[in-house]
């Protein structure tokens, strides 16, 4: 079974910190997302990532940036965090085509004060 | 743009009841369309897959079909139990260059069944 693991359920950090969130996927998946889910807004893009180093904004990218280093971790780093980026985060991995489903991992509640 | 829409938002049925959740979306041309389930505060667990070329796919109880020419799909769900309760998400993959990677989520329909 593919599995996408993330370093964190639940986050509580302080306006202005720097935040890091992980993923990991076990399964040599090519393509890797970060997601966040907020009530009445459903699921926006932030970033993707189709190979190592490389990635592409999604539609909500702003106070945002990514890093995928190697190809099994993607991670989502907010530099200055705010309040309005308190929200359930997930990220997902497929296969590098467009054909093939998406896994998503458990997701971090994280709250910004 | 695409756009995704499930209707109803919520649903509410007694146990050991059929249903069908519906989805529809606004352009045809798409590469397959991806069913899934969310539990409250949980990730999002893949249901079934239809890629553009088929008309239905079936898991156990579950049997999802896809009518591209009328942008719908629903979701079937035989003989309902109440560990069937969640959000169900629809997500379409768009044949178009610079978004052929990205999914576009529906908002789900809230599913209690009652036992």
């Known amino acids: 079974d593919v599995k996408v693991t993330q370093s964190s359920r639940y986050l509580v950090k302080r306006t202005g910190e720097k935040v890091f969130l992980e993923c990991v996927q076990d399964?040599?998946?090519?393509?890797m997302f970060w997601y966040r889910q907020d009530p009445g807004l459903g699921l926006r893009l932030i970033y993707f990532s189709y190979d190592v180093k490389m990635k592409e904004k999604g539609d909500i990218p702003e106070g945002y940036s990514v890093s995928r280093e190697k190809k099994e971790r993607f991670s989502l780093i907010l530099e200055s965090a705010s309040t309005n980026q308190t929200s359930m985060y997930l990220c997902a991995s497929e296969v590098g085509s467009s054909y093939n489903e998406q896994f998503f991992g458990p997701g971090t509640r994280l709250t910004v004060l | 743009k695409q756009e995704v829409t499930q209707i109803p938002a919520a649903l509410s049925v007694p146990e050991g009841e059929n249903l069908v959740l519906n989805c529809s979306f606004t352009d045809s041309a798409i590469y397959n369309l991806q069913w899934f389930r969310q539990d409250p505060g949980k990730g999002l667990t893949s249901l079934l897959l239809?890629?553009?070329?088929?008309r239905e796919q079936t898991s156990g109880r579950l049997n999802a079909s896809l009518d591209k020419s009328s942008g719908r799909s629903t979701l079937y769900i035989a003989a309902s139990q109440p560990g069937d309760s969640a959000t169900y998400l629809c997500?379409?993959?768009?044949?178009?260059?610079?978004?052929?990677?990205?999914?576009?989520f529906g908002s789900g329909t809230q599913l209690t069944v009652l036992p």
């Open positions: 239809i890629q553009s070329s088929q």
């Open positions: 399964m040599d998946h090519e393509n």
């Open positions: 997500a379409v993959r768009l044949i178009s260059s610079g978004s052929a990677r990205q999914l576009t």
